[in-house]
């Protein structure tokens, strides 16, 4: 079984310029996370989704960062402009979990921006 | 909102050697997971365990959900295992958090 698919693995941008990430869950998985971890921190959830719907978006500093995930499957997180500040991993996860319940997470290898 | 605390924050290891991490949280949950990341960042699920005890090779970890901690131990430790090892809870449902993570390093 495949696991969490994310691309790039790396990006380096300068400040101002937009930047997405991809990430592919594993097959049949219907919940998908985003994550930030910053240098020496525990990742924190920037948004999570059920299905296509966004269900907890409350980290998530929409006045540059966006996300969609439109068939319910693949997703992407979107910055623009980036700021020197979001230098940092970006992280996918994935789980079953649907309307209750637990669930393992498993994450993806992240892509690591770099804004200059 | 939920306090994570992992001990200790750094372990420094001889190949071959036992260790206890320890994860303190500040209130009930629904979901508590062990996680591996490894130099090049990866997480690796390690466990998941809410309560109980597992085990899995040389890794085995144990929850006291009502005492609000959980231990995970490795036995005869390798150079393999460096890295950081995070703790996360889910209050609730879904939403992970994370404790701040123990670097460890084995050396050879």
């Known amino acids: 079984e495949a696991g969490v698919v994310q691309s790039p693995r790396y990006k380096i941008i300068e400040k101002k310029q937009p930047v997405a990430f991809w990430c592919n869950p594993i097959s049949g998985h219907n919940t998908l996370y985003w994550y930030l971890q910053n240098l020496g921190q525990g990742p924190e959830l920037l948004i999570r989704?059920?299905?296509?719907?966004?269900?907890?978006d409350s980290q998530l500093p929409k006045d540059r960062f966006s996300a969609e995930r439109l068939k319910g499957v693949d997703s992407t997180l979107k910055i623009q402009p980036a700021e020197l500040g979001d230098s940092a991993v970006y992280l996918c996860?994935?789980?079953?979990?649907f309307g209750g319940g637990t669930d393992t997470q498993y994450f993806g290898p992240g892509t690591r921006l770099t804004v200059l | 909102g939920i306090q994570v605390e992992q001990s200790p924050p750094d372990l420094i290891l001889q190949e071959g050697a036992n260790s206890t991490l320890r994860c303190n949280f500040s209130d009930s949950v629904n979901n508590l997971q062990w996680f591996h990341q490894n130099p090049w960042g990866q997480l690796i699920n390690l466990f998941y365990?809410?309560?109980g005890t597992k085990q899995n090779g040389r890794l085995s970890a144990t929850t006291v959900a009502t005492e609000r901690y959980s231990l995970l131990y490795i036995s005869s430790s390798q150079t393999t295992d460096s890295g950081v090892y995070f703790c996360?809870?889910?209050?609730?449902?879904?939403?992970?958090?994370f404790g701040a993570g123990t670097r460890l390093a084995v050396h050879p």
């Open positions: 996860a994935s789980s079953s979990f």
């Open positions: 365990i809410p309560s």
């Open positions: 996360a809870v889910a209050p609730g449902y879904n939403k992970l958090i």
């Open positions: 989704y059920e299905n296509e719907e966004a269900v907890d």
